[in-house]
């Protein structure tokens, strides 16, 4: 057997902080740690795609570019009132592909300190000095502004996936222009349920003409996989020439990008789903339980239980009873702030959020 024992020291170390990750496989408890949250991919073995190839066959460079991507990047760039859109193979892809890329030595990246792994990432392979803000915190944000050199990118989500907060959009919009900040907003967790059609935040408020990169991703809302950046015909050639993520992946199969088609044309129509998961969403946050919830008005629903076994231990008390709500641990949340990351979901019933609610009161 290969000697690999030097692996063990910080697989020990996870250990001893009660962190220590293990692969679970579903079975079949009431889903309340998916992001699926229109229910989207409980009926993607419906959808008639068995004529497409199973593969692109190569980086979109070479041999992987087809008609059907074109034709859907169209689509969603028509759909979020964008010039040009790009696809990626996901979420993580894109954010690490456009913020490696984007910047040259010299300019300057701020970036909201609770934003994705994804977009942290992508700012340590750029070139640029980077600088995190305290959440949401425009005072902090316009202290780093003031600092910042060359061409300035500010990095936030509209919605934060380990909190359920929005971000405050209007008033990042106003504070960026007078410092010439480019502004890029993941849209991750507003995909499909934020707005009207599930346009997502930027579209809702109107400032889609005063973004310069937007990232939507398909392995939420859209029940799929894969992602997109939204921007400028400029914007979308710079990713083709630079972005490494996008230059060397073999591309989205066509059967993967029809599913992402037929997702776009259900969103418009997902009135009542979006109307239901709100009323789950309002009963939930007037609960009242025996652990400090964060105040979200989307989807995910955040209680704070401190401590990586005693959040375990309630997680485990929810699994028991059939409910499917997954801990999250430090590091991946600071000291302190481990929580019940519990995602709401159109398919939920009243009923199920009412057991939810019980089983924490």
Do not use: W
């Not at 962190?19 to 993607?44: E, H, M, Q, W």
């Not at 600088?131 to 949401?136: D, E, I, P, S, Y």
């Not at 921007?231 to 066509?254: E, K």
Request: hydrophobic content about 40%; charged content about 20%.
């Amino acid at each position: 057997m290969y000697n690999d024992d030097f692996l063990q020291g910080k697989l020990l170390e996870r250990k001893e902080q009660n962190a220590f990750r293990t692969l679970r496989l579903p079975d079949g408890k009431i889903d309340f740690c998916s992001n699926d949250y229109l229910g989207i991919a409980r009926v993607g073995e419906q959808l008639p795609f068995s004529d497409l190839r199973l593969s692109s066959t190569g980086s979109r460079l070479l041999a992987g570019n087809y008609e059907l991507i074109e034709e859907v990047e169209q689509q969603i760039a028509t759909f979020h009132q964008a010039d040009a859109a790009l696809i990626f193979n996901s979420g993580y892809d894109a954010n690490l592909g456009l913020l490696s890329c984007i910047s040259q030595k010299g300019d300057t990246i701020i970036y909201d300190f609770l934003s994705h792994a994804s977009i942290r990432d992508g700012i340590k392979l750029s070139q640029a000095q980077s600088f995190a803000f305290l959440h949401n915190d425009l005072d902090d944000l316009e202290r780093r502004l003031k600092q910042a050199t060359g061409n300035i990118f500010v990095v936030t989500e509209s919605v934060f996936s380990m909190d359920g907060d929005l971000c405050p959009l209007a008033e990042l919009v106003d504070l960026c222009k007078p410092y010439n900040a480019h502004l890029i907003i993941d849209e991750a967790h507003a995909t499909g349920v934020v707005g009207d059609k599930g346009e997502g935040l930027v579209q809702q408020l109107n400032f889609h003409q005063q973004v310069f990169a937007r990232v939507h991703t398909f392995g939420k809302g859209c029940g799929c996989h894969g992602a997109v950046v939204l921007g400028s015909n400029f914007l979308r050639d710079y990713l083709i020439n630079f972005a490494r993520s996008f230059i060397y992946s073999t591309a989205l199969p066509p059967h993967a990008i029809a599913t992402i088609s037929k997702s776009y044309e259900l969103f418009p129509t997902m009135n009542k789903e979006r109307k239901h998961l709100q009323l789950l969403i309002d009963y939930f946050q007037s609960a009242n339980i025996n652990y400090p919830k964060l105040i979200s008005n989307t989807p995910i629903q955040v209680v704070i239980v401190e401590g990586n076994a005693e959040v375990k231990r309630v997680a485990n008390l929810l699994q028991d009873s059939n409910l499917d709500v997954r801990p999250i641990l430090y590091p991946t949340v600071p000291k302190g702030k481990e929580r019940l990351r519990i995602v709401l979901h159109s398919f939920n019933t009243l009923e199920e959020v009412k057991l939810l609610v019980s089983l924490l009161s």
